[in-house]
């Protein structure tokens, strides 16, 4: 059978035709379309539906990365305006992941009140979701999974989650559902609320949730579009970066907070040209002061853990759960920053692949320390601190950034 060119031609206007019709929809979308509110309190919260459904969140078509991310439903992370300020959307989650959830808690007994297919949701809840929350941080089953865990104890669980709201009246007899819920799909707005930006912790502002979708503060550009900017500028972000490692291992007097999945994509530089931690699903809380009870057998608590791993893997992020949590206080914050940031070391010796690649000789001149500091933080010798050359490592690119 021919094939002609003027059917070739109709079939080629036909699925250009499809395709913008396609793209002008999503271009008219509602963000209260996406929510997926009626999964509820299988989701995030409602604290945000009111200003949604009121059309004061919208999608922003400003530029290249909003327009692309709006349209194609990138990583299902969205852009838009509120309040006359940038913000971004997430449903953080795949479509595939959420999909597999849904799955899940429709089909298990114990969650099937969760279920938004399920009659019983509107009857009274048969399961001790608080004791589903307390096991999901406590990693019971050893899922290597989990994505926020609680240790060494789960003893102060409601204190960590003092602050987390999620519907926007005060009394919520499902607040343990949506937290289980939360902590499955992805904790990212739990931490969002138990660090709070405005309390100077180096993350987005929390504008809040509806259904399957959180609204937070837009930041900046990854970190990793500034790998070519003027060395004294990455190195005034750099300094920032270590700050930040630092602020979530000591700032807060109960809990110390270590993220697990630390990239330069997972971090975004702000308008003064501080890093900022965007993507936080990952993420072992150690408990500072447990009972004493909980330390039987635990003897190296009172000492400092040094992630020693020196894989000749440039890509590899390798640490321990269980050494992180048998110590009152780990390095692995900076381990994370220096060895797979900063240096990004093949066998932890500082080359030009790392986000403080090429120093200028003039600096190098002036301040000799840099590149032993530098390798000393990707992997410190025997006997040595890395906390402590992450100290010093602040204090000489801060004398760098003032005398430029």
């Given at each position: 059978?021919?094939?002609?060119?003027?059917?070739?031609?109709?079939?080629?206007?036909?699925?250009?035709?499809?395709?913008?019709?396609?793209?002008?929809?999503?271009f008219?979308?509602?963000?209260?379309?996406?929510?997926?509110?009626?999964?509820c309190?299988?989701?995030?919260?409602?604290?945000?539906?009111?200003?949604?459904?009121?059309?004061?969140?919208?999608?922003?078509?400003?530029?290249?990365?909003?327009?692309?991310?709006?349209?194609?439903?990138?990583?299902?992370?969205?852009?838009g305006?509120?309040?006359?300020?940038?913000?971004?959307?997430?449903?953080?989650?795949?479509?595939?992941?959420?999909?597999?959830?849904?799955?899940?808690?429709c089909?298990?007994?114990?969650?099937?009140?969760?279920?938004?297919?399920?009659?019983?949701?509107?009857?009274?809840?048969?399961?001790?979701?608080?004791?589903?929350?307390?096991?999901?941080?406590?990693?019971?089953?050893?899922?290597?999974?989990?994505?926020?865990?609680?240790?060494?104890?789960?003893?102060?669980?409601?204190?960590?989650?003092?602050?987390?709201?999620?519907?926007?009246?005060?009394?919520?007899?499902?607040?343990?559902?949506?937290?289980?819920?939360?902590?499955?799909?992805?904790?990212?707005?739990?931490?969002?609320?138990?660090?709070?930006?405005?309390?100077?912790?180096?993350?987005?502002?929390?504008?809040g949730?509806?259904?399957?979708?959180i609204?937070?503060e837009?930041?900046?550009?990854?970190?990793?579009?500034?790998?070519?900017?003027?060395?004294?500028?990455?190195?005034?972000?750099?300094?920032?970066?270590?700050q930040?490692?630092?602020?979530?291992?000591?700032?807060?007097?109960?809990?110390?907070?270590?993220?697990?999945?630390?990239?330069m994509?997972?971090?975004?530089?702000?308008?003064?040209?501080?890093?900022?931690f965007?993507?936080?699903?990952?993420?072992?809380?150690?408990?500072?002061?447990?009972?004493?009870k909980?330390?039987?057998?635990?003897?190296?608590?009172?000492?400092?853990?040094?992630?020693?791993?020196?894989?000749?893997?440039?890509?590899?992020?390798?640490?321990?759960?269980?050494?992180?949590?048998?110590?009152?206080?780990?390095?692995?914050?900076?381990?994370?920053?220096?060895?797979?940031?900063?240096?990004?070391?093949?066998?932890?010796?500082?080359?030009?692949?790392?986000?403080l690649?090429?120093?200028?000789?003039y600096?190098?001149?002036?301040?000799?320390?840099?590149?032993?500091?530098?390798?000393?933080?990707?992997?410190?010798?025997?006997?040595?601190?890395?906390?402590?050359?992450a100290?010093?490592?602040?204090?000489?690119?801060?004398?760098?950034?003032?005398?430029?």
């Amino acid at each position: 059978m021919l094939v002609t060119k003027a059917s070739v031609s109709s079939f080629l206007i036909a699925l250009l035709i499809l395709i913008l019709g396609i793209y002008i929809n999503r271009f008219n979308l509602k963000v209260a379309e996406i929510t997926e509110r009626y999964k509820c309190p299988a989701c995030f919260g409602d604290s945000m539906c009111q200003v949604i459904d009121s059309n004061e969140i919208s999608f922003e078509y400003t530029d290249f990365y909003s327009i692309f991310n709006n349209l194609f439903s990138v990583k299902n992370v969205y852009y838009g305006k509120y309040k006359d300020k940038k913000v971004i959307m997430k449903k953080l989650a795949q479509e595939s992941e959420l999909k597999t959830f849904d799955e899940m808690i429709c089909s298990d007994d114990e969650l099937h009140e969760l279920c938004y297919q399920s009659e019983s949701r509107k009857q009274d809840s048969k399961t001790n979701f608080y004791k589903l929350v307390e096991s999901e941080l406590a990693n019971v089953g050893g899922d290597i999974n989990n994505k926020m865990r609680l240790c060494p104890t789960t003893t102060k669980l409601e204190k960590l989650f003092v602050n987390v709201k999620f519907q926007s009246h005060a009394e919520n007899e499902d607040y343990f559902k949506y937290l289980w819920s939360t902590i499955k799909i992805n904790p990212e707005p739990l931490i969002l609320q138990i660090l709070p930006a405005k309390e100077g912790w180096p993350t987005p502002k929390y504008f809040g949730a509806c259904g399957r979708l959180i609204v937070e503060e837009y930041i900046g550009l990854p970190l990793s579009s500034f790998i070519d900017e003027p060395w004294i500028r990455r190195a005034k972000i750099a300094s920032s970066l270590l700050q930040a490692a630092d602020t979530l291992m000591s700032k807060n007097s109960e809990f110390a907070f270590y993220l697990t999945d630390i990239s330069m994509d997972n971090i975004a530089v702000n308008n003064e040209d501080k890093a900022i931690f965007v993507d936080l699903e990952n993420i072992i809380i150690v408990e500072k002061n447990p009972p004493e009870k909980a330390l039987v057998g635990i003897e190296s608590w009172n000492e400092t853990y040094t992630n020693a791993v020196d894989l000749d893997c440039q890509d590899c992020f390798v640490f321990s759960p269980n050494d992180i949590c048998s110590h009152k206080v780990s390095d692995h914050n900076f381990y994370a920053i220096c060895q797979h940031i900063l240096t990004q070391a093949l066998g932890a010796v500082f080359h030009n692949q790392g986000f403080l690649h090429d120093p200028p000789d003039y600096i190098l001149q002036k301040h000799p320390t840099l590149i032993d500091l530098l390798e000393q933080c990707a992997k410190p010798d025997i006997g040595y601190s890395r906390i402590d050359i992450a100290h010093k490592l602040i204090v000489l690119l801060d004398s760098v950034i003032k005398n430029a």
